[in-house]
Nanobody, 118 residues
Framework: QVQLVESGGGLVQPGGSLRLSCVFS????????MAWYRQAPEKQRELVAL???????NYLDSVKGRFTISRDNAKNTAYLQMNSLKPEDTAVYYC????????????WGQGTLVTVSS
């Protein structure tokens, strides 16, 4: 059974940086696409960044140039480096693992709260 454990959230001032980590266990990490989603209060969950098993990345327009998603297959870990944080980045951030194969389920972490405030 795949398990995802996020860490790295917290309170940061506008313009600051945080790095989120997502540790994967229970299957072969390298064959999964990994993604970070976020959900702000009273808003729908949205895809922030995605990295495929081949290392191809994609980002939400509002975070392009500020956030970087990466993965370390040797450590079974995905990362989200967040720079130049803004108050509107405040949300619970969730890690997701997906093989993008019809019929196979995806997996979610428990979430980590990021609060950007002065």
């Amino acid at each position: 059974q795949v398990q995802l454990v996020e860490s790295g959230g917290g309170l940061v001032q506008p313009g600051g940086s945080l790095r989120l980590s997502c540790v994967f266990s229970g299957s072969i990490f390298s064959i999964f696409a990994m993604a970070w989603y976020r959900q702000a209060p009273e808003k729908q969950r949205e895809l922030v960044a995605l990295i495929t098993s081949a290392g191809i990345t994609n980002y939400l327009d509002s975070v392009k140039g500020r956030f970087t998603i990466s993965r370390d297959n040797a450590k079974n870990t995905a990362y989200l480096q967040m720079n130049s944080l803004k108050p509107e980045d405040t949300a619970v951030y969730y890690c997701n693992a997906n093989r993008w194969v019809p019929g196979l389920r995806d997996y979610w972490g428990q979430g980590t709260l990021v609060t950007v405030s002065s």
